[in-house]
Every structure is written in C-alpha cells, then in structure tokens.
C-alpha cells in the first residue's frame, strides 16, 4: 500500500509542479505574464465557489496518498492489484494530455478569469474536439490517482473537483467566452463537447 501511495504522490507533486509552477514560469517567460489570475468573484458567489472548491480539491489530491503512507485504509479490503495500476495508467496519460493542451493554448492560457481581458480564441490541438481538454485531463489525472489510492479522501476531493470543474465552466469561462467572442464561440461550442467529443454541445448558438 505504501509503495502506490508514494507513486500516487509522486505523480502529483510532479503534475502539479509542472501544470502550474513550471506552466506559468514558462508563460512568465515567453509574454511577460504568469498567466494566473486566482478567484474570480466576490465572496460567496458561485465563480468564489468554484475557485475555492478547485483549491480544496487540489488539497485533498495531495492529502489523500499522504494520509495513506500514514495508515488510512482503502475503501476496499484488498489490494486490488488491476484497480491500481488501472489508475497508474490513467494518472500517466492526464498527466500527458494536461501538458499538450496547456501548450495547446500557447499565450492565451489562463488560471482563472479576468473578465476585463480578452484573449485569442483557440480552437486547434485537443480543442479541436473538446473545448475544455485541460480540465478532462485533470479529470482524468485525479481519477488515476484516486484509483492508485482509493481511500475516503481520495473520493472526496475528485468529488469536489469534479463539481468545481462544472461550476467554473458553466459560469465563469463560457459566459466570459461568448461575452469576448460572440458569434466565433457560439459557432466553435455548438460543434464540439464540453468535455468529451460530442457530448454538450451548445443548442442554442
């Protein structure tokens, strides 16, 4: 147990570290700017919610192989081998799809949103099929890493990752997209999915 606990932080430290840490050194770099622009909207509001609950989310990744290397149980009794290295798997290509789609944005990508500020559309790489890839893809990171490690924790932080994903989406990034954009984004989000290809693609643009 303690060896994928120690993996599954591993990973993350590293995901984490390179997503944003050496992601917006790099954007420092390149245009001068970090890229991060934290929590959108005034305290309690559901842009405040989301920001919050995607930090408490980012914690709990973290805190749940921490809380295994010191004896917190599986969900399950068993080892369960196939479920481990399932998620080893999955963790390895979020982390790898993570990556491309950041470098997919190229000088528009953004931790967060100011909605004075208008950005390039993009509409090429993996946003070609889906228009959030970044977030599939940490989606899919903290999936792996919770089957690496599947405690109580673990669960609870891909849940509130998961309502925070949606709650910034829906209220922070694709209003401010259609405001910034128009008829471009309109156009672009009623021919690809919200998260997978296909799957909530805009009826009324």
Request: hydrophobic share 50%.
């Amino acid at each position: 147990m303690n060896g994928w606990a120690l993996t599954a932080l591993t990973l993350y430290v590293a995901w984490t570290m390179t997503a944003f840490g050496v992601r917006g050194a790099m954007q420092q770099r390149r245009t001068g700017d970090t890229g991060f622009r934290g929590i959108s909207g005034r305290p309690g509001s559901p842009p405040w919610w989301a920001g919050v609950l995607f930090v408490l989310a980012l914690l709990g990744g973290a805190a749940a192989p921490v809380a295994a290397l010191f004896g917190l149980p599986a969900l399950s009794g068993d080892e369960m081998p196939a479920v481990r290295w399932a998620g080893l798997v999955i963790a390895l290509a979020g982390i790898g799809a993570t990556l491309m789609a950041q470098t997919n944005m190229g000088a528009s990508w953004r931790v967060g949103v100011d909605a004075a500020e208008r950005t390039d559309l993009v509409t090429t790489g993996l946003f070609t099929h889906v228009r959030n890839p970044v977030f599939t893809a940490m989606t899919a990171t903290a999936v792996g890493l919770a089957l690496m490690v599947p405690n109580v924790i673990a669960v609870i932080a891909l849940g509130l990752l998961l309502f925070a994903i949606e709650l910034q989406v829906r209220v922070v990034e694709e209003p401010y997209l259609s405001g910034v954009h128009g008829q471009a984004y309109g156009l672009y989000s009623a021919r690809t999915g919200r998260f997978l290809p296909g799957v909530g693609r805009r009826q009324d643009a």
